[in-house]
């Protein structure tokens, strides 16, 4: 008695089958995040409000108007590009490449001793680290003892230079990061590249130019990717030292966005605020995108 050969699964039953193991983490990101993200977008064109409001109601594109229209949230996006620009860009990224560089070449105590340093610093809670931040710029602060030990003048950083401050204690918490993802990628590039350009001449700086920075472009973008959208939702760091002043010099779009919806209770214009900076982020992430699409 000859057996009949078994028929393949039907492909809907076989695409079934393949769907099953992914389907549970499928429904709680369909719970807990799309739902979430639809429920703002939705209240991001009404005029939503903690308190002091019956009902909300259908406003349209009313808040986006008001936020364009509004110098405070002007000035907000001002300070967030600045903000991100001087502690992702230039500072984590510029920085941890550096170190990572150098670490390359240090002895093991060095290597050992500033990784550690500079990782304890990425590790430490936000709000901790605002708290030493702040003890380090205030008037009273460690910066400034610094300055009068060595005779040179001392100011009030945080009212002078809120941005800058804020900035730079970004880019203390956050270069650990950076430093980390170069130093796997530049364990990546070949020994021998690197040495026959060596023997022919290249000196540090031609070697980084036209060797390293070319073979570690798609780490650079997706560094910067990630370093950008962190920097862009900083919240803590910034309240702690100067909860957004003095006078809204460092008042970034989260805080605005915090303002406007719990502090001053508008729901629905704050949340307008949030999709906004959703959009630079987007923005960013698409310029980044197109780097790592870009082949060496």
């Known amino acids: 008695m000859t057996r009949r050969p078994s028929r393949p699964p039907h492909p809907a039953l076989r695409s079934l089958t393949r769907a099953l193991p992914v389907t549970p983490a499928t429904v709680l990101l369909l719970l807990f995040l799309a739902g979430p993200i639809?429920?703002?977008?939705?209240?991001?064109?009404?005029?939503?409000?903690?308190?002091?409001?019956?009902?909300?109601?259908?406003?349209?594109?009313?808040?986006?108007?008001?936020?364009?229209?509004?110098?405070?949230?002007?000035?907000?996006?001002?300070?967030?590009?600045?903000?991100?620009?001087?502690?992702?860009?230039?500072?984590?990224?510029?920085?941890?490449?550096?170190?990572?560089?150098?670490?390359?070449?240090?002895?093991?105590?060095?290597?050992?001793?500033?990784?550690?340093?500079?990782?304890t610093a990425w590790v430490l809670p936000e709000v901790v680290a605002g708290f030493l931040l702040y003890a380090f710029f205030r008037r009273e602060g460690t910066l400034n003892a610094v300055l009068d030990w060595l005779g040179l003048p001392t100011q009030n950083w945080l009212y002078t230079l809120p941005i800058l401050a804020v900035s730079f204690a970004n880019v203390w918490r956050g270069t650990a990061f950076s430093m980390l993802v170069y130093s796997a990628a530049l364990d990546e590039i070949p020994k021998e590249i690197?040495?026959?350009?060596?023997?022919?001449?290249?000196?540090?700086?031609?070697?980084?130019?036209?060797?390293?920075?070319?073979?570690?472009?798609?780490?650079?973008?997706?560094?910067?990717?990630?370093?950008?959208?962190?920097?862009?939702?900083?919240?803590?760091?910034?309240?702690?030292?100067?909860?957004?002043?003095?006078?809204?010099?460092?008042?970034?779009?989260?805080?605005?966005?915090?303002?406007?919806a719990f502090q001053k209770s508008m729901i629905g214009y704050g949340t307008a605020v949030a999709l906004l900076l959703l959009v630079v982020g987007s923005l960013f992430s698409v310029v980044y995108l197109r780097l790592l699409r870009t082949e060496v």
Not at 223 to 250: A, D, E, H, K
């Open 38 to 119: 639809t429920y703002c977008i939705s209240i991001a064109f009404t005029d939503l409000q903690l308190t002091g409001q019956a009902e909300d109601s259908f406003v349209g594109l009313e808040n986006f108007r008001t936020a364009f229209g509004d110098e405070a949230f002007r000035n907000a996006v001002w300070l967030t590009l600045v903000f991100t620009v001087v502690s992702a860009l230039l500072g984590q990224n510029t920085l941890g490449l550096a170190l990572a560089a150098l670490m390359r070449r240090a002895s093991k105590p060095v290597h050992t001793l500033v990784g550690g340093i500079v990782v």
């Open 194 to 260: 690197t040495e026959a350009a060596e023997v022919d001449g290249a000196g540090g700086w031609r070697r980084l130019w036209h060797i390293t920075l070319p073979m570690i472009r798609r780490s650079i973008g997706t560094n910067l990717m990630l370093i950008t959208l962190q920097t862009l939702s900083v919240f803590g760091l910034i309240w702690v030292m100067t909860r957004g002043g003095p006078g809204g010099r460092s008042q970034t779009l989260p805080l605005f966005m915090y303002e406007e």
